[in-house]
């Protein structure tokens, strides 16, 4: 769209994430319709909008023909809001003449008569107030008093004029409760907001809206997820990594464990994804945790993410291998995140791990799992593109970033949940294999995009001092299978300490 009219005054809406996709706000003046069914949040949007509109110097009209005056002041209450003085909350409530059996009308119908009072009752109220921002909720209550389409048409038309001339913003709330499929409001409004709420089998409602439509202004279009929280609505817009770029070195970071770092060709490039592959329990979050540690000894920040696993278990495990996981978040140099899947959309996600990155700088962000990340957007393919985006961000961040994801499956022929790898710039193979009558665990660099890497399979072990990796398994054929062939003289394989573990 044309640049020019994103140049027209607006009026922003006070509901965070909000107006970033409407780029700005309300284009002042205007009609605009909110719509969604009950519960999703419009009646928060609204009072956030006139509040809003107070902080900017304008005042406020709510005309409800749906809710009472002290049941909108109680919502705003749950949410810590006192409405301000500068909000004028007007109950359009029926005349007493039409609820009084003896004095209904028996010549004319009573909708002519009460949409026609309705409509006056709310034009002399704005004629008091003088408003500039105005919210009629709900058109629901309009559309049965007007009983047709034409007469409901010619009348959010006549508000429409009228409303224009004297300047107003006005947000019309539709709940859907009569007519769904009743779209006049549509063509007559400057911009369409719908709102929805969507139903899991497991957890939490998920809330997302849409801007469907918005008149001489561009905005950012697709779903976007939202929450309802005790201090309002947040909307997390849709991420688009090509709207952001950082200029960056790309030198290369180390996990500080020469072997490692040798068969990765010297370490990882700054701005770069990692994608750590393996069957559960081969330490795939511990190779992630060593650069983690790393980048906190460069004098970095990181962030780590948890899906799957407690926290008090996680620090107790790492503690236990020489990595004071507690102590590094306690001194403010890693951020600790326990995340639930079933409580957490993939958007709000990505705005928390857009918050470590923009706001406290980190530079080593890990996700442990993909797994758990599945489980909060059950659909394969939006995962891979959310994915994607939030990588592409990241990288042109200069963030390093490491997933790991637990494949299906112990030795042999294993299964991801979800194939994500062609989106990592460097893939780190985990494997089981068995060999001399003891199960051990075998990695190797699988592709690397920004320079070269090790083409050998190293055994490692995992004990009390941490993450140690052998030499190259050269005396060996079919590891990756699980169950490889011994074709050399001698085994160079890592032996057994006293404690079950294993040493060079």
Known sequence: ????????????????????????????????????????????????????GVEAGETGLYVTLSETERELRAGAASHGWEIPAGVTIFEVVPPESLIDADQQQSLLYSSDLELGETTQLILKEFERVKPQRVVLDSLSEIRLLAQSSLRYRRQILALKH??????????????????????????????VVKLEELSPDYGAERRRLKVSKYRGRSYRGGYHD??????????????????????????????????????????????????????AGTGKSLFAIHFIVAAIRRGEKAALFVFDEELGLLFDRCLALGIDLERLRDEGSLH?????????????????????????QAKTIVIDSLNGYQAAMPEENA??????????????????????????????????????TYLADTLILL???????????????????????????????ISGQGLMLGGPLTEFQGVLRGVPTFVGDAAPLLAADSNGGSHV
């Open 336 to 360: 600790v995140e326990q995340v639930d899947a079933a409580e957490l959309s993939p958007g709000e996600f990505a705005h928390r791990v857009r918050a470590r990155v923009d706001e406290a």
């Open 226 to 279: 939202f929450t309802i929280r005790q201090s309002g609505v947040w909307v997390f817009p849709r991420l688009v990594s090509s709207e952001h770029h950082t200029r960056f070195g790309r030198e290369q970071v180390t996990s500080d464990l020469p072997a490692l770092d040798a068969l990765l060709g010297g370490g990882i490039h700054q701005g770069s994804s990692t994608l750590v592959l393996g069957p």
């Open 383 to 420: 995962l891979v593109l959310h994915v994607h985006e939030l990588l592409q961000y990241l990288n042109r961040q200069g963030a390093n970033t490491f997933l790991t994801v637990a494949q299906h499956g112990l030795v042999g022929d294993m299964t991801a949940p979800v194939d994500v």
């Open 431 to 461: 494997r089981y294999f068995e060999a001399l009558g003891r199960v051990r665990r075998a990695v190797s660099v699988i592709k690397k995009r920004t320079g070269s890497h090790e083409g050998s399979i190293r055994e490692y072990r």
């Open 1 to 52: 769209m044309a640049a020019i009219p994103d140049l027209l005054p607006v009026a922003r809406t006070g509901v965070p994430g909000l107006d970033d996709i409407l780029s700005g706000g309300l284009t002042q003046g205007n009609l605009f319709l909110l719509e969604g069914n009950p519960g999703t949040g419009k009646t928060t949007i609204a009072i956030s909008f006139l509040c809003a």
């Open 162 to 191: 009228y409303f224009s001339r004297h300047g107003a913003t006005v947000l019309l709330l539709d709940d859907l409760t009569t007519d769904a499929s009743e779209k006049t409001v549509h063509s007559i409004a400057h911009g």
